[in-house]
């Protein structure tokens, strides 16, 4: 499509020090961030085989386009569902989001990881006040969760908290 090398490094779609290629996404699974209206602003990747010293998933770091503290991974999709049910759930990870549409369960989205943010709980606050959280129940899940608290209150969401036994 014609972009510079510059263009696709500043995008975040390259760098130098994965490997040493420029290609930081090779080997692994890339889903695009999409913001609430459905354009691409970035990208995530998981790795399709263990690998050495390599992050299990990275993201295309902030750029003009993408701040992770703002953005809400399926916003885009879930934004009808959610205000249909008047509820929405937020989970730790993007898997966990399209593994729970493709289970027809459309009004969750996700953070990225556990960062939960007052912006986040803000852009979600304009489609429904109703917050159930269902983050991992390890060590982060449980202090995102306890994290959250306090944001919510501050934004004056209602906020709960769904637990899947293991």
């Known amino acids: 499509r014609k972009f510079t090398a510059e263009e696709i490094k500043q995008a975040g779609l390259s760098a130098q020090r994965y490997r040493g290629t420029g290609d930081m996404f090779r080997g692994r699974l890339m889903i695009p961030l999409q ?21 299990k998933y990275i993201n295309t770091p902030q750029t003009l386009l993408y ?10 999709l ?18 966990d989001v399209i593994s729970s549409h493709q289970a027809g369960v459309r009004q969750v989205v996700a953070t990225a990881g556990t960062a939960l943010t007052e912006q986040n709980l803000k852009a979600l ?16 899940g449980i202090a995102a969760t306890e ?13 709960s908290i769904l637990t899947i036994p293991s």
């Open 35 to 55: 913001d609430a209206q459905g354009r691409v602003v970035g990208f995530t990747a998981r790795l399709l085989k263990d690998v050495k010293d390599a992050p």
């Open 67 to 76: 701040d992770k503290s703002r953005h809400v991974y399926g916003l885009h």
């Open 78 to 95: 879930a934004k009808d569902a959610i205000r249909r049910s008047q509820f929405v759930v937020l989970v730790e990870g993007n898997l």
């Open 125 to 140: 606050s304009r489609f429904t006040d109703d917050i159930r959280l269902c983050f991992d129940a390890d060590r982060a």
């Open 147 to 159: 994290r959250a608290i306090p944001i919510a209150s501050k934004v004056g969401v209602s906020l």
